[in-house]
């Protein structure tokens, strides 16, 4: 075993970070130890570029962007989550401008703001298109100067430790070595951000894999919202790689095979010649790869040699504003689709990006299984609800990454140390990994043909629209695929940074997650936001205005249970924009 | 074009091989296809014991640098095709201890950052509730460009100096002190003085250059350095003529 810590963080993105952060700020005494898979700064924030919410300007209010963000939502969002998330998000940016974030700024020096879709103020901070790296260095240079913060970089979180009902720590695999080793603690915030590599087709980098959802579910913490899975409407057609909102928020047009602004068609508006708060490029994520579906099936998309295209036309923007506002678009245009934005028209579709579920969690990042929290992507609070608003997760990551270091901080200083049950459940893990995976021999299967199949299952099953016989299908798909997955050996036998073995650790994740998002999918009969049936294409709030909270049976199934949304000052009404 | 493409990759298993060596491959040369692609078609495909480190592929994360035909680059954004007809040949950073193929030991760096202060320091903080610290856009442009370092290491592998002088903190790490220092918001400079001072500090540095042309994100850490040589060498003076001056 390693030294015990007081508070165990898995994932050192931009969640983790600022929960590391907020603990040593709320009890300098306590031992807070990072763990996580890649260096912190590789953390999968760093990709994030559009820009982060939090109300600033004298014609905003508070009230406005919980209006928004709920109704973007389509109502699924808990509304003390989100009238929480508002009041405090402005703090946690501006908190992040005095740790030196270089955030974009007006001439006069004072912090600038854009247009994202959605939003009907003008309310998002940003570093030029490169937030979330920004933010994400930022964040991690700054928690070099705590000397409570012990990091263990490139260490792999197989499982956590749970005994009295508590849990008490993690078994991770040490990559540069391969020792195997439990990390006792008497707290831990998993902060491990989302799951897109399900799905074959995402804008989310190879770490992302579910690893805390997976984590939680397999100690007995519930999955929430796992339907909700949020499509991109604009990435790069073979690499998946993001275009940002921002290109449309500073003027840039979706334009079909006839040059037309098809958005108009979809009831999002007319379209007018510079960009309109909540209307057309600027509308809600969902609703935008909805219409991509449509127009593709009224064949007025365009054929590339990766599918169904439409074009954003940013030329008319010029390359001053495109040089200084969205320069990471210009160059990641250049470098990967060889296209240059000020030129020509840069071709897109959407692309999986976000997981509005995750673990359930209360107000301070709480799950149900005592000393277990969460916050960032991996965790729901909820204040996403159906389909999260662009630029809502940066300053998510902030406010519930401090609510949940605190109240992680507050738990692990009233528990005693871990005892010594925990550390025979890591020579256990030890030996598992041993047996099944590292020295095993006579396996049939290999890790990547079946991550192929299962996310070929999951893009059939769980895209855009769904459907009850599809799912179903997928459901029965996926226990067959997993079963496959018992039998699969490694070629790699070595223990020094045995990636063959991360993969399939990875793999078996990701069955957790894709499971449980087919599960919550088929059981909810209805559509709202981003999951939407065309067996069942209203909203059906009598039945369905509530969390799907999916819970792991010690078969391993999933049994779907809801949980109702807090209401608080805005009754469910209808999504409108553009009128 | 020709159909595939040889790939040369270092392999190095350290519990059995004595020293590095060569395997090849033959990967389908894609037109779109980067060289951190053809890895990963040899990890799926072809030989699930090859290790080497990748994450966001859009060239942000940092996590991809390896030695492409001996020129440091992100993998990521290295086209095969740039390189056909081949053989393409794929080595692990230089200037690094290899863990394993084509993963290096950087642990190095990531020890001397600390050393340099890389986080805001001032003695008096604003509360919150008074608002962000001004900073017009030719403020933010005087150390802009050093924010933008993404710890590839791809400096440190073209770093002659670091070659030899593995105590020489290194061209990222000098230019994310200068990040800090030509903050507007930041008090630091003076603490960062004594180590960027050093004999290992800026003065390693013999202006050669070939981290500035490596740079993956147009940062400039050889400017930052001979920029900060002057600075150094300014405050020197100082002490010496006004030393009620100095510190």
């Known amino acids: 075993m390693t030294r015990a810590h007081d508070v165990l963080l898995v994932g050192g993105g931009g969640a983790g970070l600022r929960a590391a952060i907020a603990i040593a700020e709320s009890n300098p005494r306590l031992d807070i130890a990072v763990v996580s898979k890649v260096y912190p700064m590789r953390s999968h924030t760093v990709s994030a570029e559009g820009g982060a919410a939090g109300v600033i300007g004298r014609d905003d209010s508070l009230d406005e962007h919980a209006y928004d963000t709920i109704s973007g939502g389509d109502w699924l969002s808990d509304q003390d989550a989100v009238e929480a998330f508002v009041k405090e998000a402005p703090e946690e940016l501006l908190r992040l401008e005095h740790w030196g974030c270089p955030w974009s700024r007006e001439r006069d020096g004072r912090i600038a703001v854009r247009a994202f879709g959605g939003m009907k103020k003008m309310r998002t901070w940003y570093a030029a298109d490169k937030t979330g790296f920004h933010m994400l260095h930022t964040l991690f240079q700054t928690t070099l100067k705590y000397a409570s913060i012990a990091r263990y970089d490139e260490w792999f979180v197989t499982k956590l430790l749970v005994d009295d009902g508590r849990v008490q720590g993690a078994v991770a695999i040490e990559l540069m070595s391969g020792r195997i080793e439990a990390i006792p603690a008497k707290a831990v915030i998993l902060c491990t951000g989302g799951c897109g590599r399900v799905f074959p087709f995402t804008t989310n980098a190879n770490i992302k894999n579910g690893d805390g959802m997976a984590l939680a579910f397999r100690a007995g913490a519930p999955l929430k919202d796992m339907e909700f899975v949020q499509y991109h409407p604009t990435g790069l057609p073979f690499t998946g790689i993001l275009i940002t909102e921002a290109a449309r928020s500073e003027g840039g047009y979706l334009l079909n095979k006839d040059g037309y602004r098809y958005l108009q068609d979809y009831d999002l508006g007319k379209p007018e010649p510079r960009p309109v708060l909540r209307s057309m490029e600027l509308g809600p994520r969902d609703r935008l790869s909805q219409a991509f579906v449509k127009e593709q099936e009224k064949g007025r998309t365009l054929e590339g040699p990766y599918g169904p295209y439409v074009n954003l036309d940013l030329r008319h923007l010029g390359e001053k504003v495109i040089n200084t506002k969205l320069p990471f678009v210009r160059e990641l245009s250049l470098k990967y689709q060889n296209i240059d934005p000020v030129k020509e028209m840069i071709p897109v579709r959407p692309v999986v990006h976000y997981m509005m579920g995750g673990v359930h969690t209360d107000l301070n990042g709480a799950t149900p299984l005592p000393g277990l929290y969460a916050a960032g992507e991996v965790a729901c609070v909820s204040i996403n609800g159906s389909n999260r608003l662009g630029s809502n997760s940066l300053p998510e990551l902030l406010v519930f990454g401090a609510r949940a270091g605190r109240a992680a901080a507050d738990y692990a200083s009233r528990q005693k140390d871990p005892g010594p049950a925990v550390l025979l459940q890591g020579v256990d893990e030890k030996r598992r990994l041993e047996h099944e995976l590292l020295h095993r021999t006579d396996g049939r ?74 599960h919550s999918a088929l059981n909810r009969q209805e559509s709202r936001g981003a999951h939407q049936r065309t067996d069942f294409p209203a909203r059906d709030d009598a039945r369905f205005l509530a969390h799907s909270l999916v819970h792991r049976g010690a078969d391993g199934s999933c049994r779907v249970e809801y949980l109702p949304v807090t209401i608080t000052r805005w009754p469910p009404g209808e999504r409108v924009y553009g009128r | ?93 230089g200037n690094f201890p290899v863990l394993r193929d084509l993963v290096i030991e950087m642990g190095d760096f990531m020890r001397k950052l600390p050393r340099v202060k890389p986080w805001i320091v001032r003695t008096d903080e604003k509360p919150l509730a008074e608002g962000e610290y001004r900073q017009t856009p030719e403020q933010m442009d005087e150390y802009k460009q050093f924010s933008m370092c993404i710890n590839c290491m791809l400096c440190y592998a073209a770093c002659p100096v670091y070659g030899l002088e593995p105590e020489f903190l290194g061209p990222a790490a000098i230019a994310l002190a200068q990040r800090y220092n030509l903050d507007s918001r930041d008090g630091g400079a003076k603490e960062r003085r004594e180590v960027l001072s050093a004999h290992d500090g800026i003065w390693g540095c013999t202006f050669v250059g070939e981290c500035t042309r490596v740079c993956p994100k147009n940062v400039d850490p050889a400017g930052a350095i001979q920029r900060y040589k002057l600075t150094a060498a300014l405050e020197e003076l100082k002490g010496f003529l006004m030393p009620w001056r100095a510190r």
């Open chain 2, 1 to 93: 074009m020709p159909e595939t493409v040889t790939l040369q990759v270092t392999r190095y298993r350290p519990e059995i091989d004595a020293e590095p060596v060569f395997q090849e491959y033959q990967v389908p040369l894609h037109a779109d296809w980067v060289v951190l692609d053809a890895l990963n078609y040899i990890k799926d495909n072809v030989d699930g014991t090859l290790s080497y480190r990748w994450s966001c592929r859009m060239g942000i994360c940092g996590s991809c640098g390896m030695t492409v035909n001996g020129e440091p680059k992100l993998t990521c954004a290295t086209f095969l095709v740039d390189s056909a007809p081949g053989p393409i040949r794929v080595e692990p950073l």
């Open chain 1, 445 to 518: 299967e290999r890790v990547a043909p079946l991550r192929t199949e299962m996310q070929k299952t999951m893009e059939a099953s769980a895209g855009i629209y769904r459907s009850g016989p599809a799912l179903a299908q997928a459901t029965d798909k996926l226990r067959q695929l997993r079963e496959r997955l018992r039998a699969v050996a490694l070629a790699d036998h070595s223990r020094t940074f045995n990636t063959e073995l991360t993969a399939a650790l990875e793999l078996s994740f990701m069955f957790d997650v894709a499971e449980a998002i087919a």
